[in-house]
């Protein structure tokens, strides 16, 4: 028996399983709510929502401040921010002469970009027309940009910081600071009226299934040794 156990802590590991299952769940569900906005069930929910965040006037609740705080936290999940900190990140990495990874990260960030105006041109959902935006928008509402490229780009980045780290907190400290940043962007497009919660919600779902197929590709690369080994294994 023990001979079984020590086998199965060799050979057996949920790592690709769990991977797998996260996966195809973050897909379902962006299928999931594409269906159902085409078939206009979620309006009564996405106006709810929507108008919750407004006060009698339709502006949005809480102090100017707090306007001016989603603004800026809006802005994180701006394309030409994102772009920056990816060509700043893969920089470095082709300086330290990890030039693998830093193609990884260029071309899950670069692939990921195509596949968000692909899913805006197709679905072409129009932006919500019942609060003024406290934003300048100019292309369509599903899924929201801001947040798919959010999860995909902090995400992704956290994979590959914390790949180089052996301590397990510091690996999820990574990790959950890219998550809190990818749900700030999102919840600061909903409050300034420039997306549908749904919206959102599809472009939290896309973009970690994307941030989660590049991590399965970054583990098929490091077996076949085009990328460096995760220290924490």
Do not use: C
């Amino acid at each position: 028996m023990q001979r079984l156990v020590a086998w199965l802590k060799e050979h057996a590991s949920i790592g690709p399983l769990l991977l797998l299952g996260l996966l195809s769940a973050s897909l379902l569900a962006f299928l999931g709510l594409l269906d159902e906005v085409r078939e206009g069930e979620t309006e009564a929910f996405d106006t709810a929502i929507l108008l919750a965040l407004r006060t009698a006037d339709n502006a949005p609740i809480g102090p100017p401040v707090l306007q001016e705080i989603m603004r800026d936290v809006t802005a994180l999940g701006g394309i030409i921010v994102l772009t920056l900190i990816t060509l700043l990140v893969a920089g470095f990495l082709f300086l330290k002469r990890d030039g693998g990874t830093a193609l990884f990260l260029l071309l899950s960030v670069g692939s990921g970009i195509l596949a968000s105006s692909l899913a805006k041109a197709l679905i072409d959902r129009p932006r919500p027309d019942l609060v003024p935006h406290g934003s300048y928008v100019s292309t369509a509402s599903f899924p929201s940009g801001h947040s798919m490229m959010a999860t995909l780009v902090f995400l992704t980045l956290a994979i590959v910081i914390a790949r180089g780290q052996s301590r397990r907190r510091v690996k999820a400290y990574v990790i959950l600071t890219a998550i809190g940043l990818a749900l700030g962007v999102g919840i600061s497009r909903v409050y300034l009226g420039v997306h549908w919660p749904t919206d959102v919600l599809a472009g939290w779902a896309l973009g970690s299934g994307w941030a989660l197929g590049s991590w399965a590709l970054a583990e098929a690369l490091e077996r076949a040794r085009l990328l460096p080994q995760d220290e924490g294994q």
